[in-house]
């Protein structure tokens, strides 16, 4: 059963003489919010991307960032300094590893900020020590993963957020109404923007591998393949990939560590506000086929999915459009929205929920469901559905030929090798039997 919010008070011995002070701030009194009503939040592999949501989530003011686990023992240590900081205290705790913060019965939720290979697997950890979840993108390594992961946070009853923040972005969310209202006549084509496609199979050097007290080679590694320790693979180098906010991650595009030739760094939220423009989050593309950099998609309804890097009209990063047979629109991450015909500029509002404060409605989002329970707007579900949508993708490409999926069975149409590859291998111990 899901632990509730509210933890008892102080037990008082009958009779006690003593006046009982309690202070303003323990009763929610001058804006603060009491205890009782507080969320206690935890943090696992908090680096550049997880930073920048953090300061999000210590905005919110029912929320305790009590914890942070990180292989790394500086990373945890500068987390910590961070969240000491914000409360005037020293009680931010640390973990080296992850599953001893989880057993912590005080700790109501986890933002989880790993590489993508530990997402789908931490995230069940959590969810069956009764920990609702935030996790960033992308959520799943594979196909089978999105499948997993769902199943597991519907059977233990988890609130869980993909990071994927831009369904709670006001220029986005006025986008799809506007493809979804009709307005644009019946919608044939969805486009979301991608990275340049990029994969390698290639170790970098050897290097000495560093004390495990300052980092854990092995716990880093996690369910990925064991592989020679190089420090550019969390350090960053030349050959690396923005991870959106300033921070380079080198292991990026390394399949071991990567959910799909960097497709899903964008294609995680654009792919998803397509699927939200045209779908209810119940399927996915069922044609997939690459040319080049661009992977041209179609739903069973006849409607097209293009993922392209290119030949946006400069609104921004993370841009998507929709056409349909009498208009179109499209958006960015600046804010500025582009329509046709001009008769619909009419429709506009004002957006003041850009990209540089998403995260904060995002969380806000995440924060608000753990309370009531209900189902953030990037719930597990929604996310597998458009994660598929991803890995079928990606899939295409790295076969260079045309995939049919079934969206219902969540496998390809007459092609082995394409099925050989909706899962991969766990390292032992790390496996998914765990519900």
Known sequence: MKRSLVSTGLSLAAGLAVPLVIPSS????????????????????????GTYV???????????????????????????KIADEKYGNNDC???????????RDDIDAV????????????????????????????????????????DAIKHFGTVFQAGTQRRSVDNFKFAVELARSGKHGKIHTVHASIYHLKLTFDWLP?????????????????????????TAYMNGGSDTVNDGRGGWAAWRSHYDFDSGATLHDWGAHTVDLCQWAVTD????????????????????????????????????????????DEGWIETGDSGRIAVYPESLRSELRPTTNLDGLSP?????????CVKTRSQPVCNSHSTRYSHLACHAAALSWMLKRKLR???VKAEFIGDDEANRMRSRTLREPWTYDVF
Not at 35 to 48: D, V
Not at 54 to 76: K, T, Y
Not at 360 to 368: G, Q, S
């Open 26 to 49: 323990a009763m929610g009194l001058n804006g603060v919010v009491a205890p009782s009503n507080r969320i206690n939040l935890a943090g696992i592999g908090i680096r550049h991307r």
């Open 93 to 103: 705790k640390t973990y080296h590893d992850f599953r001893e913060l989880l057993q």
């Open 206 to 230: 050897a290097q000495p591998i560093p004390d495990k007290n300052v980092l854990d080679w092995d716990m880093w590694l996690g369910p990925a393949p064991r592989r020679p320790f190089n």
């Open 405 to 407: 999926f079934d969206a």
């Open 54 to 80: 953090l300061g999000f989530m210590l905005q919110q003011p029912d929320v305790q960032f009590r914890s942070v686990c990180d292989v790394n023992a500086s990373r945890r240590e500068n987390v910590k």
């Open 360 to 368: 904060f409605y995002h969380c806000r989002n995440f924060f608000d």
């Open 281 to 324: 989050d119940n399927t996915t593309p069922v044609e997939y086929e690459a040319d080049g950099g661009t992977i041209y998609a179609k739903y069973e309804n006849g409607i097209k999915l293009v993922m392209r890097p290119e030949g946006w009209l400069g609104l921004g990063t993370c841009p998507v459009r929709f056409e349909g």
């Open 111 to 150: 933002v989880i900020a790993t590489g993508d290979r530990w997402h789908t697997l931490m995230s069940i950890m959590a969810a069956q020590a009764g920990k609702d979840v935030y996790s960033e993108k992308p959520c799943c390594l594979t196909i089978d993963e999105c499948k997993i992961l769902d």
